[in-house]
């Protein structure tokens, strides 16, 4: 199982970026796929998921309303859409992939982030 990120970037408060995760030697189906992000002295934080098999979907508070996950038509590939960004946004995202969750809620999030295969994660800067 690889997954890879890629679409990080610099940006002003206020602006937007789109993250990918594309997976590698799998398929997504039946998994959820969630996005971590770590700041730098912090612990890391859910932020958002995706169920493959139905495309329901989670968002932790500090997001909700501006991120969006969605998977592409070939369900191989997944992106975290952010707008309206923070200064606080600004980590290392990463995606994990995780076929025994079930789903996306804060309990598979504890799930996922511990048993969950990551990737290698993308930095996402929002300057002031």
């Known amino acids: 199982v690889q997954l890879v990120e890629s679409g990080g970037g610099l940006v002003r408060a206020g602006g937007s970026l789109r993250l990918s995760c594309a997976a590698s030697?799998?398929?997504?189906?039946?998994?959820?796929i969630a996005w971590f992000r770590q700041a730098p002295g912090k612990e890391r934080e859910g932020v958002a998921c995706?169920?493959?098999?139905?495309?329901?979907?989670y968002y932790s508070d500090s997001v909700k309303g501006r991120f969006t996950t969605s998977r592409d038509a070939s369900r191989n590939k997944v992106t975290l859409q952010m707008n309206s960004l923070k200064p606080e946004d600004t980590a290392v995202y990463y995606c994990?992939?995780?076929?025994?969750?079930?789903?996306?809620?804060?309990?598979?999030?504890?799930?996922?982030?511990?048993?969950?295969?990551w990737g290698q994660g993308t930095q996402v800067t929002v300057s002031s």
């Open positions: 995706i169920f493959s098999t139905d495309g329901s979907t």
């Open positions: 994990v992939g995780d076929e025994n969750a079930g789903g996306c809620s804060i309990p598979t999030m504890r799930v996922i982030k511990r048993f969950g295969s």
């Open positions: 030697g799998f398929t997504f189906a039946d998994y959820s």
